[in-house]
C-alpha cells in the first residue's frame, strides 16, 4: 500500500513537472531578432503617416494637453481585468523609447513582448500591429523617435491576481496571436487592399469596434459589429454594413475627415481622438479606408440595445 | 387688434408650453435642440461637400438654431435628469458643469461670430470646420453612445 501511494506521488509529481515544462515553454515572449531585419533607409514621411493611421497618440500622449507628439503615457485605461497605465513611449532615453533598438520595437508591436523579454498586456493592440509591415514599422519607429522626449515613468499597472502574472499571457497569445503579416486579397483592387491594410493593421479599428469574450480577446465572428467599451461607459457602434449601408464611401471618408456623419451629427468620445488622427492622413488612404469599411458584411451586433 | 392679441395669447401660450415641457421633460426638451442643431448642421455641410448650393438664408437660420440651443441648453441638465429617456448624456456633465456650461457660451459666442462672418460659399468653407470643433469637442467629453 506504501509503495502504491508513493508511486502515486511520484506519477503526480511527474505530471506537474511535466505540465510545468510544458506551460514554460509554451510560454516563452517571442522575440524578433536583429538578424530579421535587413538593412532599411527610414522614410519620416511613411512614419509619420504610420502614427497617424496607428493612432499612438490616442492612448500614449500626454493626457488633458492640447500638444499631441507629446508621448509621455499616463492615461488610466479601465477594463475588466484593471485598470492599466499607459507607458511613455516618447524619445527619452530613460523613461521612453530612446534607447530601444529597432529589433525592441519591432517586437513589441508584432510579439507582444517587451525590451526586458515580458509578455505585454492585449490592452497594447499588437494582435493589429501584427499585421504592419516590417518596413512601415520601422519607418514609425524612425518617426517616433523625432518626437519629444518626456520624462517620467509611468505607475505600474493595476491588475489584480491572476492576470498580473504576465507569464499566463503566452497562453492568451497562443489563443488569440496568430503572428500573421497582412496577406493582399488578389481578387480586390490595390485601393481595397491598402484599405483593408490601414483598417486592419496599424488603424486596429476592431479593437475597439467589436465585442469581446470573458478572456478579454475579440469574439470572431463578430469583428466590427460594435460592442460595450471596455472601461463599461457606452459602446461603439456597429460598422458593418449591418449599421452602415446607408453610408456612402464618401460618407465613411467624410466621418474620419471632420467627424461629421451622413446624418450630420459629429462622432463623440474617444472617435473624436481617433479623427483628429484620420483627418491628418492623405486624402487617399482615408478613401482607401473607407472603400474597405464599406464592403464589410453585415453581421449583427451582439448588444441589443439601439 | 383682436387677431393680434390673440396671436400674442397664443404666442405666450406656446412659450409657456415649452417652458414647461423643458421643466418637465428635460431629456426630451435637450434631445430636441439638439436635433434641430443637427438639421442645421446638415443643411451647412450640404452647402460645404457641394451638394446643395449657397444660401445666406439657410446659413443664417442655421447659425441662430446653433446660439438658440447654445442659449437654452445649459438649463436643461437638473440633477434629475441624469438617466432616463434614453438619454446619451455622460454622468461627467454633472462632474464638471461649470466646464460644461461654459461650453455652451463658447458655442453661441461662435455662433454668433459667424454668421456676421459668413458671406458666401468659401467665408462658409473657411469658418463652419472650426465651429463644428464646438460640436465634436462637447460629444468627447459628454455625450455616452450605447452603441
Known amino acids: ?48 503617416e504610420m502614427f497617424y493611421a496607428g493612432g499612438c497618440a490616442s492612448c500614449h500622449a500626454v493626457p488633458k494637453q492640447e500638444d499631441k507628439t507629446r508621448l509621455g503615457g499616463g492615461l488610466a485605461l479601465g477594463s475588466p481585468f484593471g485598470t492599466f497605465y499607459v507607458p511613455n513611449i516618447s524619445s527619452d532615453p530613460k523613461d521612453g523609447i530612446g534607447d530601444w533598438s529597432e529589433a525592441q520595437f519591432v517586437t513589441a508591436m508584432v510579439k507582444g513582448t517587451s525590451p526586458t523579454g515580458e509578455h505585454l498586456f492585449p490592452a497594447f493592440p499588437y494582435t493589429s500591429y501584427q499585421r504592419m509591415s516590417l518596413d512601415d514599422l ?101 460598422i458593418t454594413q449591418q449599421k452602415l449601408k446607408d453610408w456612402s464611401v464618401k460618407d465613411i471618408a467624410d466621418t474620419l475627415t ?17 479623427v483628429r488622427n484620420t483627418s491628418q492622413l492623405t486624402p487617399a488612404d482615408r478613401e482607401a479606408m473607407a472603400t474597405y469599411i464599406k464592403t464589410l458584411p453585415a453581421v449583427e451586433g451582439s448588444a441589443s440595445k439601439k | 387688434m383682436k387677431s393680434a392679441s390673440a396671436i400674442a395669447a397664443v404666442a405666450v401660450f406656446a412659450l409657456g408650453a415649452a417652458a414647461v415641457l423643458a421643466q418637465e421633460d428635460p431629456i426630451a426638451a435637450r434631445k430636441a435642440l439638439m436635433k434641430s442643431n443637427g438639421q442645421a448642421a446638415g443643411a451647412i455641410a450640404k452647402m460645404v461637400k457641394g451638394e446643395a448650393p449657397f444660401d445666406p438664408a439657410v446659413t443664417k437660420k ?53 454668421d456676421t462672418r459668413v458671406k458666401d460659399l468659401d467665408s462658409l468653407k ?21 452603441s
Request: glycine share 10%; aromatic share 10%; hydrophobic share 40%.
Open chain 1, 1 to 48: 500500500m506504501d509503495l502504491m501511494v508513493s508511486r502515486l506521488i511520484v506519477a503526480a509529481a511527474f505530471v506537474v513537472l511535466l505540465g510545468s515544462a510544458a506551460f514554460w515553454f509554451l510560454t516563452i515572449p517571442e522575440t524578433v531578432p536583429a538578424s530579421a531585419l535587413g538593412p532599411h533607409a527610414p522614410n519620416l514621411t511613411n512614419g509619420k
Open chain 2, 62 to 114: 442655421a447659425f441662430a438654431t446653433f446660439e438658440d440651443a447654445a442659449a437654452k441648453m445649459p438649463a436643461l441638465f437638473p440633477d434629475n435628469s441624469k438617466v432616463g429617456g434614453e438619454t446619451t448624456a455622460a454622468p461627467k456633465i454633472w462632474e464638471d458643469m461649470a466646464d460644461f456650461k461654459a461650453r455652451f457660451v463658447k458655442l453661441g459666442t461662435d455662433a454668433k461670430a459667424a
Open chain 1, 138 to 238: 520601422r519607418d514609425l519607429f524612425a518617426y517616433l523617435k523625432t518626437l519629444p522626449p518626456i520624462m517620467g515613468k509611468i505607475r505600474d499597472h493595476d491588475v489584480p491576481f491572476p492576470f498580473n502574472i504576465r507569464r499566463t499571457l503566452g497562453i492568451w497569445k497562443l489563443l488569440f496571436l496568430d503572428g500573421k503579416p497582412f496577406k493582399p486579397d488578389t481578387t480586390q483592387s490595390a485601393q481595397w487592399n491598402r484599405g483593408a491594410y490601414l483598417v486592419n493593421g496599424p488603424g486596429h479599428c476592431v479593437e475597439c469596434h467589436s465585442p469581446r469574450n470573458v478572456l478579454g480577446a475579440i469574439k470572431s465572428g463578430k469583428r466590427f459589429a460594435g460592442g460595450p467599451s471596455p472601461d463599461g461607459q457606452g459602446g461603439t457602434p456597429n
Open chain 2, 126 to 146: 473657411a469658418v463652419f470646420p472650426d465651429f463644428a470643433k464646438n460640436c465634436g469637442g462637447c460629444h468627447e467629453l459628454y455625450r455616452i453612445k450605447k
Open chain 1, 258 to 274: 471632420t467627424g461629421m456623419t451622413p446624418d450630420a451629427d459629429f462622432v463623440g468620445g474617444a472617435m473624436v481622438e481617433v
